[in-house]
């Protein structure tokens, strides 16, 4: 493996070794993709406060997310497909994320199901799930979640209906899949990563394997997922997952300090501010410049957690600044995924830890829960 020393190293590697359309899948957003740079462009504009000389030989990432405890403030967040970045590829995370100390939450649109990453996994994980039209699957996902003994179930609020994703369709990944000669010649030139997901456990949606008719083709069960999201969901649909659920209820997609009431009332124990990560409504807010407003609205009635545009110790140490109890990765989870496999998404998870370290230190803060407002530089 080359020298590896940050996440646009992995992402770059990444990207020689998986299809394009794979790789424009996880990079792209919806629309003309203006959300998704305001995602790390506001993250970059933020200024740390340099302090010095302060005593931090002993620095403690350790903290709690969703009750649990974590050996630092991060969680893999939920991404659909990670099984073809790498042959069982959710398996791998689980267990990367097991090894670091830190969660791991698995998408309802995954390639292994939930089952498989139960069987190889020691330590409790996350589950996410949609509302969809089919409230009897939406029932059964939450009793397999619960027989896997997951510690938290993590519900997507802002996929009531699907962003224009227009990368997907410009090679081939649409809805059915559509082979072209320019995505057929690219495949043929990963034959690594063709041979690794063609004997891998699963190359379908294994959590939605036989719903419909006895079929597993990917073909049917991605039309199938086509119909299925739900644009009539709302905050009684919440309250109607509330009441099923037994463990942690995480609420993920909230830009608003409205919805955050909101959802505080349909019962979350924590809410994750996000944008989808920009692959949704193109025009919406980046999630750090909404994050504060959030966490003033909450003001300590359920923990705020902050997904979009993380790429860096740096940039958790920002979200951290304005209030987040965690943050979640995915797309840097992804291009570590794609680009080594378990070993490749340990190593993202090590440059994050060590990144994060060095800020803290360099910004005068021993421990995680003692950063604040005050490690930033105000703005202009």
Not at 40 to 57: E, G, I, N, W, Y
Not at 118 to 129: D, I, K
Not at 201 to 206: A, D, E, I, L, V
């Amino acid at each position: 493996m080359p020298t590896i020393l940050s996440i646009d190293d992995l992402r770059e590697l990444a990207k020689r070794r998986i299809p394009r359309a794979l790789f424009d899948y996880a990079a792209g957003g919806s629309y003309d993709e203006r959300t998704l740079a305001r995602n790390t462009a506001d993250l970059d504009a933020m200024t740390f406060r340099q302090r010095v000389m302060v005593d931090v030989s002993k620095i403690s990432l350790a903290t709690t997310m969703a009750g649990g405890g974590v050996s630092m403030p991060l969680a893999i967040g939920p991404t659909g497909l990670a099984g073809l970045f790498h042959a069982d590829g959710e398996i791998l995370a689980a267990k990367a994320a097991e090894a670091c100390g830190i969660p791991y939450c698995m998408s309802t649109m995954s390639i292994c199901s939930i089952e498989d990453v139960r069987a190889a996994t020691r330590q409790p994980f996350w589950f996410q799930q949609y509302l969809m039209k089919d409230r009897g699957f939406n029932q059964e996902l939450i009793d397999r979640a619960a027989a896997s003994q997951c510690s938290a179930l993590m519900l997507t609020l802002d996929l009531q209906v699907l962003g224009e994703r227009r990368r997907d369709p410009r090679n081939g990944l649409t809805i059915p899949p559509r082979l072209s000669i320019r995505n057929a010649l690219d495949v043929a030139t990963k034959p690594a990563w063709a041979l690794k997901v063609l004997f891998g456990k699963r190359r379908t949606f294994g959590n939605l394997a036989g719903r419909i008719g006895g079929s597993s083709g990917i073909r049917t069960l991605a039309e199938w997922t086509a119909t299925q999201f739900d644009p009539s969901a709302n905050w009684r649909d919440v309250e109607w997952v509330r009441s099923r659920w037994p463990g942690k209820l995480l609420l993920k997609g909230v830009l608003d300090a409205e919805d955050a009431r909101l959802a505080l009332a349909a019962g979350a124990d924590a809410i994750v501010v996000s944008n989808h990560g920009g692959r949704q409504l193109d025009g919406a807010p980046s999630s750090i410049s909404v994050l504060r407003e959030v966490v003033e609205t909450i003001d300590g009635r359920c923990e705020v957690l902050f997904d979009g545009g993380i790429r860096s110790g740096q940039d958790i140490a920002k979200a951290l600044a304005l209030g987040a109890r965690g943050t979640l990765i995915g797309r840097s989870f992804l291009y570590a995924l794609a680009a080594a496999g378990e070993a490749g998404v340990v190593k993202a998870i090590e440059i994050l830890r060590n990144e994060l370290r060095v800020t803290l230190a360099l910004t005068g803060s021993t421990s995680v829960d003692a950063v604040g407002p005050h490690i930033l530089r105000a703005p202009g």
